[in-house]
Structure formats: C-alpha cells, structure tokens
C-alpha cells in the first residue's frame, strides 16, 4: 500500500515530466529519420565536397550526443529518481549542456543555409551578413545563458535568467523566420522562372528550407511565454534539434537530376573558363556551358540549370 499513498503526495507531473517524455520521445524518433537519412547521404552522395561531407558529419555527431544527453536527463527523473518527487526542482547538468549541443547544431545548419541564400543572392552582402549575425547572436546569447546556469542548481534559481532566456527565444523564432523567409524569396523567385513540371521539386525543396523549424520555433516561444514554469517549451526545443539536422539532410538528399532537363555534367579547370554552344546527339536543342564553382553544367535553350548543391531549377538570370 505505500505506493499508493506515496503517489498521492506526487505533484501533477503532465506538464512537466510529461511534457519532458514528449519532447525526447519525439526527438528519439526524429533522430532514427536523420540517422536513416545520414546514411543515405553518405552513399548517395560520393562526389560531393569534402567540406560539405565534414559539415554532415559534423552535424550526425551533435545530433547522437543531443539525443543522448536529453535522454539521459529524462533517465535521471524518472528512472533513477523515480517516486522521487524533491528531484524535480533539481536541474540535472545534461538539460544544461543539451542547450549549447543544441545551439551549435543550429549554427553549423543556419550557416550552411546562409551559405544557399548567398550563392543565389547576387544583389551584394548585406542579407547573408544580416542572417549571419542573426545565427550568430542566438547562439552567443544561449552560450552566456549555459555559462551563467553551470553555478546554478535549481529551476527555482534558474528563473534568474528569465530576461537571458526570453531573449534568446526571441532571436531564435526571428533567426529561423527570417533565414526560411529568405530562402522561400528566392524558391518563388526560381520557380517563376522554371517550368511548371518542376514545381514538386521546388516545393519539397521549400519545404525543407525551415518553414518547419520556424513553426517549432513559433511553438516554443508561445509555450514559453504561456507557461515560463512549465517544461513543455524545452520539450519544443529538445524537437527543434531534430529539425534542424532533417532539414539539412532532406534538402541534400532531395538533389537529383531531372531527366527532363537532358543535361551534361563536366568537371573542369576553374582557370578555363569559356562559353560554347553544344548540341547533344539526340536532343536538337542547344546546350550553352554554365558554371558553378568547378562544376560544368550544360544549359538549355530554354535557360534552365540544375544546381546539384541546391537541388532546385534556376533561371540563369537569377544568378
């Protein structure tokens, strides 16, 4: 009979372990898609740049220590303390220093989309500058609030920094918002140009750009202006981790080349750089060279390019 009566004297657990088992239980399932899709990137994917190889590397490796150390945290409350209900004003370390994995598996994510809106914005410096500083000081602003919360013990003290974490919320919903804004300007600039037999590609594209970690974003910054005391704003954030390295890793495996488009692919010297007109065999268009970085692509009469990096159809004048 004492379990009964002990349970009795549990406080009301739905939003806070509750919400802390959503939050890894979606995640832990998130993670097995990004893992699968890892995989297949890195089969699918031999010719790539090293560098871009390294950044996904880099990125499944933040991700398994992310999902291991919420994981852990969730282990700790409800395992090793379980009917244990004192713990629950303890913050165990591993919800601290999930938030800097965290953070900087954002980073290497948003960076590699403010490279994207680089190589497409051909009107100077100052957006991918802007969304750089955005992506930066998001993460400066949580790496302060992980470096002030190591003393601290107790979600009771933790309110402390309530300013800091409101303010890094902030930056995160405006950071995503504006980098999926960006990205979703120039899609739409792109698929006016393409025709409509790519649409699918350009929306699966779309939707891998961050509208999906915006809404995660937008979620946690509710649930955390809703509910400061509660854990269901970490149970969005913990998501937000899983989303970020599934949105880099479906937007590199959706690449692919359309066979509609009939093209030649030619690795080249940087230094021999030329225009030629080319007509394939058994196509009686004209094919004219376009390049990007090292790569030779040959293009239609109808002005249409596959970016391998990018996945989606360009109009040469978008360039």
Not at 249 to 271: C, F, Q, V, W, Y
Request: charged share 15%; glycine share 4%; aromatic share 10%.
């Amino acid at each position: 009979m004492a379990g009964p009566v002990l349970a009795n004297h549990l406080p009301p657990l739905d939003d806070t372990m509750g919400a802390l088992y959503i939050g890894v239980l979606v995640s832990a399932l998130l993670y097995g898609v990004s893992f699968l899709q890892t995989v297949y990137y890195f089969f699918s994917s031999r010719n790539d740049w090293i560098g871009l190889k390294f950044l996904v590397g880099v990125v499944s490796v933040l991700d398994t220590i992310h999902q291991g150390m919420i994981t852990h945290a969730a282990y700790i409350y409800m395992i090793t303390n379980f009917m244990n209900p004192s713990t629950l004003d303890t913050v165990v370390w591993t919800l601290i220093a999930e938030t800097l994995i965290n953070a900087l598996l954002a980073l290497c994510v948003q960076a590699f989309f403010v490279w994207r809106i680089y190589t497409l914005h051909r009107d100077g410096l100052r957006l991918p500058v802007l969304l750089g500083l955005l992506s930066l000081t998001r993460f400066c602003l949580i790496a302060t609030w992980v470096g002030k919360s190591a003393r601290l013990r107790t979600w009771v003290n933790l309110s402390s920094l309530k300013n800091l974490s409101q303010s890094a919320t902030v930056i995160t919903l405006v950071s995503e918002c504006s980098i999926a804004a960006a990205l979703l300007y120039l899609m739409y600039k792109a698929r006016s140009s393409a025709s409509s037999s790519h649409s699918p590609e350009l929306m699966k594209y779309i939707l891998n750009t961050g509208l999906l970690t915006s809404i995660d974003a937008l979620c946690l910054v509710i649930a955390y202006a809703a509910r400061p005391d509660a854990m269901i704003s970490i149970a969005f954030f913990f998501v937000l981790g899983r989303l970020y390295s599934n949105s880099l890793l479906a937007t590199l495996n959706a690449r692919g080349k359309p066979s509609s488009l009939k093209m030649i692919h030619l690795k080249i010297d940087s230094e021999s750089r030329a225009s030629s007109s080319f007509v394939l065999s058994d196509v009686t268009a004209d094919y004219k060279f376009s390049y990007v970085g090292n790569e030779c692509y040959a293009e239609r009469s109808a002005r249409e390019v596959w970016d391998t990096e990018l996945g989606v159809v360009l109009d040469e004048s978008s360039r």
